[in-house]
């Protein structure tokens, strides 16, 4: 019998037959509660990759929304993994209609994820809420990326895959009957009380009967995230081009102002790939007509064509909300949601009907005539902008979903234009979140604060995502020069000048730098294109945090035994946080100066490191303190790192265009680097048509250093022209 049968009668006037009723009704709530939180039955859905059920999950999901293909032929080659927590530990349970999941946390275990954070880069101990939001200064979960997934210093992943807000308390609450409970202590007396007692749980709400969730193995963090990006189909690939430098020009220029401004990158040797035009491309916006300002771009194909013989392609401000003077308003409108953003319709993009009207306007307008992608705004919020949680939309899908992948939608389905024509695109985007890991869209806001742009592009890492620490205007030479050097470090090279007009040369006392920078850009090309090349095929993020770094370990307890740093420099890698350096490919560590700083610390994991820009032996797992100067921003190579390089070209190589490369090898022990090669702009990639090339540097019988590359593939692209070999070789 339930024990919830089981009472004293006789202590109220309730009627036995009320009683028994009331009984009955708490035993089966209290059954049903009891066999809901058993334990989760896990399925094999990849190699190192589970599922399991919890409930009935809703049918429109973040996956769903992305339209995310698991990559299955590389999620095999990771190969089979055991399950990496104890299954009883983990629980589900739906209470109220919501959903309640709980995985175990050892007393060592650090954890990293929960989205694209600026300002923290340790999540354990955090409550967020996971909330698709223009990003308002402070780490609570509101932010770009709102990515349900965390992953862990002991070498696992989770993904909680809802399209709703979900409540995230990552170690914070202390279970009565956890297995490791905290010790009570008295506040009187004992110096080691704590407001924030231990907690051995990570535990989330979801506002759902139901949902899916996804465990990805290691061994380490690095290959949880390897997994789980590779289940979301792989990082973008993108155009070469997408990687050169692109310039955002004033909102309200002209087509002759934009083809002036593209002359003088020219003609002052400065490279330009794309060019951004602003909201005054359109004869109205916010919201938007969608077609082109016949007094600004009186010839938009002729436009178009003659940057694209200069070697610029042009990428389009939108936000997708429709004036009622676009030419397809009333065609649009039956598919549009019940509440208006700037007086603009919002299209319901879950509908083919609402994709093929809107989307149609910018193929025929835009796309068939040469413009080569987007930058898609204001599909985040704030709360003021965007429709709110009471919207209904056409399809039936809940406001609260459609805010959480308004985004994912806007990029997926406007990506599918470009593969219709076999052309790669590479854009910008302010919203994404699990399951947008394959869409070429970089992330970028209205916030500018320099050193919360660097902990946001280590935290994209673990979000799934790419983020620009873009380059707007600045109040110094300095402050420009230092914002400049982190973009040429990171996935989109991006000068945003829509309010400020401002060129790589507005600073005379820094062009030199800047310009050299630039160019820098363009030569690190190949060694771009291929780490780009290995976050498709291997899941492997091209920028990311120190904590998946072989050689660096950061755990939650506090570092005992010998702290002095003269002895034991590397104690104070172990007892912080590091967010102001990170790993930008195999081989880079990148540690950026902020305006005002002459000298800096910079952790380096175990193992030997070298000065990118000379080749000196800089140090193994220890903690620097630089003198940089102005012109450079601090960047070690890890022993045995070899970079590619390709002559400072002023527009990307074309398809098929071959190029000579340098390739650089820096420290003592044998190179090895894959060299990735395909035509560089269409989706031909997919079929095969792409190689890689193995890049081996070690010593020869006579002792001295040797470089070789693997022949090009027969049938396959080769870009590749003359190679040559310099061994970067520290002084003595």
């Known amino acids: 019998m339930c024990k919830a049968m089981k009472g004293e009668p006789g202590r109220t006037k309730i009627s036995k037959m009320k009683l028994k009723r009331l009984l009955v009704f708490a035993c089966l709530f209290t059954c049903i509660e009891s066999a809901l939180a058993q334990p989760v039955k896990w399925t094999t859905v990849a190699p190192g990759v589970w599922k399991a059920v919890i409930g009935k999950p809703e049918l429109y999901n973040l996956l769903t929304a992305s339209g995310a293909k698991p990559n299955t032929v590389a999620l095999a080659k990771l190969g089979a993994a055991p399950f990496p927590l104890k299954i009883s530990d983990i629980a589900g349970v739906i209470t109220d209609g919501k959903t309640s999941l709980r995985f175990p946390l050892d007393k060592q275990e650090q954890l990293y994820g929960f989205g694209l954070n600026f300002q923290t880069v340790h999540q354990r101990g955090k409550i967020l809420r996971l909330h698709m939001d223009h990003y308002g200064g402070k780490d609570d979960g509101r932010t770009h990326a709102p990515t349900p997934f965390y992953v862990s210093s002991n070498g696992y992943g989770v993904f909680v895959n809802s399209a709703r807000y979900i409540e995230v308390y990552a170690g914070t609450g202390s279970r009565k009957d956890a297995k490791t409970p905290p010790v009570?202590?008295?506040?009187?007396?004992?110096?080691?009380?704590?407001?924030?007692?231990?907690?051995?749980?990570?535990?989330?709400?979801?506002?759902?009967?139901?949902?899916?969730?996804?465990?990805?193995?290691?061994?380490?963090?690095?290959?949880?995230?390897?997994?789980?990006?590779?289940?979301?189909?792989?990082?973008?690939?993108?155009?070469?081009?997408?990687?050169?430098?692109?310039?955002?020009?004033?909102?309200?220029?002209?087509?002759?102002?934009?083809?002036?401004?593209?002359?003088?990158?020219?003609?002052?040797?400065?490279?330009?790939?794309?060019?951004?035009?602003?909201?005054?491309?359109?004869?109205?916006?916010?919201?938007?007509?969608?077609?082109?300002?016949?007094?600004?771009?009186?010839?938009?194909?002729?436009?178009?064509?003659?940057?694209?013989?200069?070697?610029?392609?042009?990428?389009?401000?939108?936000?997708?909300?429709?004036?009622?003077?676009?030419?397809?308003y009333n065609a649009i409108k039956p598919y549009t949601g019940s509440h208006t953003v700037w007086v603009g319709e919002v299209p319901d993009f879950t509908l083919p009907q609402a994709r093929k009207i809107f989307y149609g306007q910018l193929q025929k307008s835009q796309v068939d005539i040469g413009v080569s992608g987007y930058k898609i705004d204001e599909v985040d919020g704030y709360d003021r902008w965007l429709w709110p949680d009471v919207a209904t939309f056409p399809s039936g899908v809940s406001a609260e979903q459609m805010r959480q992948t308004y985004g994912m939608l806007v990029m997926r389905y406007s990506m599918e234009m470009f593969r219709k024509l076999n052309r790669r695109t590479y854009g910008l985007v302010r919203a994404n979140n699990g399951g947008g890991v394959w869409l070429p869209y970089v992330i970028y806001n209205d916030y500018y604060k320099h050193e919360d742009f660097i902990t946001a592009l280590i935290n994209s890492g673990t979000a799934g995502v790419l983020w620009t620490p873009e380059v707007r205007a600045s109040k110094t030479g300095e402050e420009w020069l230092r914002r400049f050097q982190t973009v040429i470090f990171s996935p989109m090279a991006m000068i945003n000048a829509w309010a400020s007009g401002t060129k790589p040369?507005?600073?005379?006392?820094?062009?030199?730098?800047?310009?050299?920078?630039?160019?820098?850009?363009?030569?690190?090309?190949?060694?771009?294109?291929?780490?780009?090349?290995?976050y498709h095929f291997e899941g492997t993020p091209p920028f990311r945090g120190m904590n998946l770094e072989p050689g660096f370990k950061q755990e939650v307890k506090k570092v005992e035994g010998n702290t002095d740093l003269e002895e034991n420099p590397y104690a104070e890698a172990t007892s912080k946080e590091i967010k102001d350096q990170y790993m930008a490919g195999e081989y880079l560590l990148v540690a950026p100066m902020f305006t005002g700083q002459t000298t800096r610390k910079v952790v380096l994991p175990k193992g030997k490191w070298y000065d990118f820009y000379t080749g000196e032996y800089a140090g193994d797992g220890e903690v620097l303190t630089v003198e940089p100067g102005l012109n450079k921003i601090p960047v070690y190579v890890k022993d045995g790192g070899i970079i590619p390089m390709m002559p400072p070209m002023l527009h990307a190589p074309k398809a098929g265009e071959q190029v000579d490369l340098e390739i650089r090898y820096y420290g003592e022990k044998p190179g090895r680097y894959m060299l990735y090669d395909d035509d560089g702009e269409t989706f031909n990639y997919e079929k095969g048509a792409y190689s890689w090339r193995t890049i081996k540097v070690q010593k020869n019988s006579a002792g001295s250093l040797e470089g070789i590359i693997s022949a090009p593939v027969t049938g396959k692209p080769n870009t590749v022209g003359k190679v040559t070999f310099k061994f970067m070789m520290p002084r003595s």
């Open 505 to 534: 040369w507005s600073y005379p006392e820094v062009v030199d730098e800047v310009k050299a920078l630039a160019l820098l850009r363009m030569q690190m090309m190949p060694y771009w294109y291929s780490e780009f090349a290995k």
């Open 184 to 328: 009570e202590r008295n506040r009187n007396t004992d110096t080691l009380w704590d407001a924030s007692p231990y907690s051995d749980a990570v535990e989330m709400l979801v506002l759902a009967a139901g949902v899916e969730v996804y465990v990805f193995a290691g061994p380490t963090a690095m290959d949880a995230v390897k997994r789980f990006n590779l289940f979301n189909g792989g990082g973008p690939l993108p155009p070469r081009w997408g990687l050169g430098f692109t310039q955002r020009v004033k909102s309200l220029n002209t087509s002759q102002q934009v083809a002036d401004e593209v002359q003088a990158f020219e003609e002052k040797g400065f490279p330009l790939d794309f060019v951004g035009l602003e909201p005054g491309w359109q004869s109205r916006s916010y919201p938007g007509t969608f077609e082109w300002d016949k007094g600004r771009y009186p010839e938009p194909e002729k436009f178009a064509r003659q940057m694209l013989d200069k070697g610029i392609r042009l990428n389009l401000w939108i936000n997708p909300y429709v004036s009622k003077s676009a030419p397809f």
